[in-house]
T-cell receptor
Framework: DTEVTQTPKHLVMGMTNKKSLKCEQH?????MYWYKQKAKKPPELMFV???????INESVPSRFSPECPNSSLLNLHLHALQPEDSALYLC???????????????FGPGTRLTVL | QKEVEQDPGPLSVPEGAIVSLNCTYS??????FMWYRQYSRKGPELLMY????GNKEDGRFTAQVDKSSKYISLFIRDSQPSDSATYLC??????????FGPGTRLSVLP
């Protein structure tokens, strides 16, 4: 299995809703990432988990809350979002965050989020 | 100066043309260089991965890195309409500081 999967594919939510995005990989990768991508822009890093521990938080607002229940799963919990948070949310994984040779990242298809 | 700059495009070429996509960077610590292809409304797909200076070929794609000039290129030979996508360069140093370029949108016209 060489895929990163993400659910749901599309999500529409109101500003008072609570929802979660899910990401899964079965490649044995030990680093997982959340990115936000606006139209015609490159992905922007939000969070990095290394060996199931949060290692990087790129000053993301607290209305985004990541969780890594185990080495294969990554969640992003959403609460009280703003319309400007509408974007494509991408999950990625890489083999071993401590070994430089294996840091190429593999991306999932993304969840397209619309906040009304 | 941005850390990674990329020819902005958009770029339109006829089918069968050779395409050259380029990125420059300012951080001499970058050691690993990647090219991703992203189709509209999809996640980026890793195309090529190179370490340090030199060339790497994979089918119709050749990645070139010149660390002395802080310049990387992706060449696409015999371009096809299916190559129409946004191409993102990316680079990193020892697992830290993974950075994308802004992307170049390519259209290959039949």
């Amino acid at each position: 299995d060489t895929e990163v999967t993400q659910t749901p594919k599309h999500l529409v939510m109101g500003m008072t809703n609570k929802k979660s995005l899910k990401c899964e990989q079965h490649m044995g990768h030990r680093a997982m990432y959340w990115y936000k991508q606006k139209a015609k822009k490159p992905p922007e890093l939000m969070f990095v988990y290394s060996y199931e521990k949060l290692s990087i938080n790129e000053s993301v607002p607290s209305r985004f809350s990541p969780e890594c229940p185990n080495s294969s799963l990554l969640n992003l919990h959403l609460h009280a979002l703003q319309p400007e948070d509408s974007a494509l949310y991408l999950c990625a994984s890489s083999q071993d965050p401590t070994r430089s040779r294996y840091n190429e990242q593999f991306f999932g298809p993304g969840t397209r989020l619309t906040v009304l | 100066q941005k850390e990674v700059e990329q020819d902005p495009g958009p770029l339109s070429v006829p089918e069968g043309a050779i395409v050259s996509l380029n990125c420059t960077y300012s951080n001499s610590a970058f050691q690993y260089f990647m090219w991703y292809r992203q189709y509209s409304r999809k996640g980026p797909e890793l195309l090529m991965y190179t370490y340090s200076s030199g060339n790497k070929e994979d089918g119709r794609f050749t990645a070139q890195v010149d660390k002395s000039s802080k310049y990387i290129s992706l060449f696409i030979r015999d371009s096809q309409p299916s190559d129409s996508a946004t191409y993102l360069c990316a680079m990193s140093n020892y697992g830290q500081n993974f950075v994308f370029g802004p992307g170049t949108r390519l259209s290959v016209l039949p």
